[in-house]
């Protein structure tokens, strides 16, 4: 069993950036493929980035590419998500997840998550 705490939220003017962390627990960090995903009031959850195992593989959601990053340090068994050029619709609680059963741009098919952390972007 894995947990995930994410911290690293908060509230930002339009433009800015935030950095993102989720800690994890335990020795096998490095085994996991870890997601980034957002929810929005009164919407689905919906993925945001993803890594793998070495770091040596991200993919993105079409809305965030080229603003957002992922990457990892195993060493510390932590990812990030590094934001930039924040809009008003990046606000949403952004959660980590890890150890996809499934496709890694399936919110169903991850089998750990954090509690999320809020992120809000004033225009």
């Known amino acids: 069993q894995v947990q995930l705490v994410e911290s690293g939220g908060g509230l930002v003017q339009a433009g800015g950036s935030l950095r993102l962390s989720c800690a994890a627990s335990?020795?096998?960090?490095?085994?996991?493929?870890m997601g980034w995903f957002r929810q929005a009031p009164g919407k689905e959850r919906e993925f945001v980035a993803t890594?793998?195992?070495?770091?040596?593989?991200?993919y993105y959601a079409d809305s965030v590419k080229g603003r957002f990053a992922i990457s990892r340090d195993n060493a510390k068994n932590t990812v990030y998500l590094q934001m930039n050029s924040l809009k008003p619709e990046d606000t949403a609680v952004y959660y980590c997840?890890?150890?996809?059963?499934?496709?890694?741009?399936?919110?169903?098919?991850?089998?750990?998550w954090g509690q999320g952390t809020q992120v809000t972007v004033s225009s």
């Open positions: 335990g020795r096998t960090f490095s085994r996991y493929v």
């Open positions: 890594i793998s195992r070495s770091g040596g593989s991200t």
């Open positions: 997840a890890a150890d996809p059963s499934g496709n890694w741009d399936d919110t169903d098919a991850y089998n750990h």
